[in-house]
Every structure is written in structure tokens, then in C-alpha cells.
């Protein structure tokens, strides 16, 4: 089993800045970020697999970065020039399968992943 453990998250501005941190009990070969806002779907937002292969919700692209340190166990989401609709509950999620790491991150699908974070909620203000 798996655990999981995020860190990170926060409160700020339109426009801020925020990291968050996943520590893994163990890493799994496809690691990524996902996000649910209230009343909607959970929804995939970066993905990296364990060579590296990095894959972004259009919406993140060129304003997140996913990066993981398998020395450490830890996987990272570093996020700038947020927006208010990047307001969410941010999971972390693991699986050992490669293919959902090797899929467009808009597509992934909850199931595909077997070991989830407790959650950490990031909010932006106007």
C-alpha cells in the first residue's frame, strides 16, 4: 500500500504563487496532480512519468510545473500566475502503470490511478 501525503497548499491572490508537495511512501511509475472544484468532476492537471514524459490540462500549460525527486520520494507542482478557477481540492495519485502517464492528462480517468492523497485545498482570491 501506497500512502501518499500532500503539503503545500494555501490562500493567495490572483496572480500568486504556490508549491505543492507530495511525499510517497513509495514512487510509482506514473505519478500526476489532480483537482476537483466544488461541484464538479475530478480532473487530471499534470502528469510525469518515472523517464521523465510530462503531460498538462491545456489550462496549466506554460503556468504549472510538475517535477518529481524519486531519491527523496517526493512529487511537486510548482504553480504560478494563478486564477481564481484554479481554485480546487489538489490530489496526488500514483499507479505503476505506464500507459496513464502516456496518455493526454485531459483524458485521464480517476480509476486508472490506485493510490490517492488525502487532499490539500488551494484557494484564489480576485
Known amino acids: 500500500q501506497v500512502q501518499l501525503v500532500e503539503s503545500g497548499g494555501g490562500s493567495v491572490q490572483s496572480g500568486g504563487s504556490l508549491r505543492l508537495s507530495c511525499v510517497a511512501s513509495?514512487?510509482?511509475?506514473?505519478m500526476a496532480w489532480f483537482r476537483q472544484a466544488q461541484g464538479r468532476l475530478r480532473e487530471g492537471v499534470a502528469s510525469i512519468s518515472n523517464d521523465g514524459i510530462t503531460k498538462y490540462l491545456d489550462s496549466a500549460k506554460d503556468r504549472f510545473t510538475i517535477s518529481r525527486d524519486n531519491a527523496k520520494n517526493t512529487l511537486t507542482l510548482q504553480m504560478s500566475g494563478l486564477k481564481p478557477e484554479d481554485t480546487a481540492m489538489y490530489y496526488c495519485?500514483?499507479?505503476?502503470?505506464?500507459?496513464?502517464?502516456?496518455?493526454?492528462?485531459?483524458?485521464?480517468?480517476?480509476?486508472?490511478?490506485?493510490?490517492w492523497g488525502q487532499g490539500i485545498q488551494v484557494s484564489v482570491s480576485s
Open positions: 495519485a500514483a499507479t505503476g502503470a505506464p500507459w496513464p502517464c502516456r496518455k493526454e492528462i485531459r483524458t485521464a480517468v480517476v480509476s486508472s490511478f490506485d493510490y
Open positions: 513509495e514512487m510509482r511509475y506514473c
